[in-house]
T-cell receptor
Framework: GNSVTQMEGPVTLSEEAFLTINCTYT??????LFWYVQYPGEGLQLLLK?????DKGSNKGFEATYRKETTSFHLEKGSVQVSDSAVYFC???????????FGSGTKLNVKP | GAVVSQHPSWVICKSGTSVKIECRSL??????MFWYRQFPKQSLMLMAT?????????EQGVEKDKFLINHASLTLSTLTVTSAHPEDSSFYIC????????????FGPGTRLLVL
């Protein structure tokens, strides 16, 4: 079956530190992969996506590369800001996009 | 673009009453919408997939008679929590499938329901 596993949080970093949030997946086919971000009190927002192996999604300084060989889609940012404090969800969808599978979410706290 | 709204943003109701939550895609048409429930500090639990003009597909363990979903147009899906009880208190989030290739979910801001 399909599933997504994320590293447990919370992750606490100082401003300008390097961020990595690990995400691995299990899929029966060739899924598309997503990172969503949820700021306090808000719904989820699409952060970035990749639809095939070796694709790199990027947005707002965040990056993630679709690695089929390691079934991973780790989220990275070179220098985090306090405003990046949020919960980050990794997700995959099957080829027909009729169902999405979400990881458990990783809370990021960035301290000034 | 690709904005999804939900109404109301939060609601308090008495036990035994019904509550309707609306989910609208504001600038695109959405054949498929999803309803999730999010518990504190937990991930999203998919409740059902709503397809315009047809019956919703419910996930295992979700009572379809309790959580009524209607997707009557390409921009509106509604979730009605019937005979709500305190254990139904939660954060309900909808999303609509859109974007190039209809492959991205766009989420509403969520509706917080508190049943007294």
């Amino acid at each position: 079956g399909n599933s997504v596993t994320q590293m447990e949080g919370p992750v606490t970093l100082s401003e300008e530190a390097f961020l990595t949030i690990n995400c691995t997946y299990t899929a029966t086919g060739y899924p598309s992969l997503f990172w969503y971000v949820q700021y306090p009190g808000e719904g989820l927002q699409l952060l970035l996506k990749a639809t095939k192996a070796d694709d790199k999604g990027s947005n707002k300084g965040f990056e993630a590369t679709y690695r089929k060989e390691t079934t991973s889609f780790h989220l990275e940012k070179g220098s985090v800001q306090v405003s990046d404090s949020a919960v980050y969800f990794c997700a995959l969808s099957e080829y027909n996009f009729n169902k999405f599978y979400f990881g458990s979410g990783t809370k990021l706290n960035v301290k000034p | 673009g690709a904005v999804v709204s939900q109404h109301p943003s939060w609601v308090i109701c008495k036990s035994g009453t019904s509550v309707k939550i609306e989910c609208r895609s504001l600038d695109f048409q959405a054949t498929t919408m999803f309803w999730y429930r999010q518990f504190p500090k937990q991930s999203l639990m998919l409740m059902a997939t709503s397809n315009e003009g047809s019956k919703a597909t419910y996930e295992q363990g979700v009572e379809k008679d309790k959580f009524l979903i209607n997707h009557a147009s390409l921009t509106l899906s509604t979730l009605t929590v019937t005979s709500a009880h305190p254990e139904d208190s939660s954060f309900y989030i909808c999303s609509a499938l859109g974007g190039e290739g209809q492959e991205t979910q766009y989420f509403g801001p969520g509706t917080r329901l508190l049943v007294l």
